[in-house]
């Protein structure tokens, strides 16, 4: 009898646990995180042209343990350095989910389930979409890429897409 | 008997959505947030110089209502609007708390029951010393006040410390 609800106030605490590690990842990801998706040139592609969604977090090393709490929390992605020969004392690390499987059946359900708080969301909301639409393989078509690169304008990113400013594209799209 | 359960079962609910506030903010501090101590000139101050310590996060105006949390929670600090007249879209917000009794009270205790996961909760720990020494008026004695700029040169920050460098504190902690 003792022993069943010794577990039962174990399980409460990893539950507790649980929400608090869930909650930090969506207010650390709200601050650090960026749902991006890029389209290269590729001549590899049939196109020319490639979609590259990624999620990804950056930080010093010093803060590299912050960046392994997401790969052992979403058991999936991968940690990369990005040595550095300036004037900063360190190198930086970038935890990455390039897959679209992985984004499909971890990031994407988990903040769909918790919600970003910050303007982020609406990034989300896209970046959601795009890999949505790339599991559907509507990237493989011409309309449906052209679309891909018209959500991605609407994110919260700088440069004009080169793909869509393209003469080819601007071409195609007339 | 029914009206105690329901009792129950809302306060358990509102545990956890207090802890998801609280593990979102120790998240999106350790992203975006920014435990700072700079000494500034000020002729109005016995010394010449002024100990200005902050709390504070910063913020587009599209995630203002993500710094509103912040001061909901907290309930201290202001929000404070830059405003842009350079090429970005939108305004920026600070949410800065800036009292030593606030800071005391209210931030200082948070961060020590929630701990931060990045490198930053080595900036917190010396701050938390700043304010600690402040609260015990120590940086109204020029020793005391000495060793507050020493220990912000142990903070993460890029420049040296103005006071430290001013020729007349090197002539007098010689």
Redesign the interface.
């Known amino acids: 009898m003792e022993l069943k609800q010794s577990k039962k106030v174990i399980s409460a605490d990893d539950q507790?646990e649980r929400?608090?590690?869930?909650?930090?990842?969506?207010?650390?990801?709200?601050?650090?995180?960026c749902f991006s998706v890029s389209i290269l040139k590729n001549n590899t592609a049939k196109s020319g042209w490639q979609v590259f969604p990624e999620f990804v977090i950056t930080?010093?090393a010093?803060?590299l343990?912050?960046l392994e709490?997401f790969k052992k929390y979403f058991k999936c992605g991968k940690i990369f350095v990005n040595k550095r020969y300036d004037n900063h004392k360190e190198n930086l690390y970038r935890y990455c989910v390039r897959s679209i499987c992985e984004l499909e059946k971890s990031i994407i359900p988990f903040f769909k389930r918790n919600k970003l708080?910050?303007?982020?969301k609406?990034d989300f909301d896209i970046f959601s979409k795009i890999i949505d639409s790339m599991s559907n393989r509507k990237h493989l078509t011409e309309k449906g890429f052209v679309k891909i690169a018209q959500l991605i304008e609407t994110m919260n990113r700088k440069k004009k897409s080169r793909f869509l400013e393209s003469s080819e594209t601007k071409r195609q799209t007339k």
Chains 1, 2 share one sequence.
Do not use: R
């Not at 909650?23 to 650090?32: A, K, L, M, P, Q």
């Not at 708080?117 to 982020?120: E, N, R, S």
């Open positions: 507790q929400l608090k590690i869930e909650s930090w990842i969506v207010g650390f990801t709200d601050g650090e995180g930080q010093g010093k803060s343990p912050a709490i708080k910050t303007y982020k609406n």
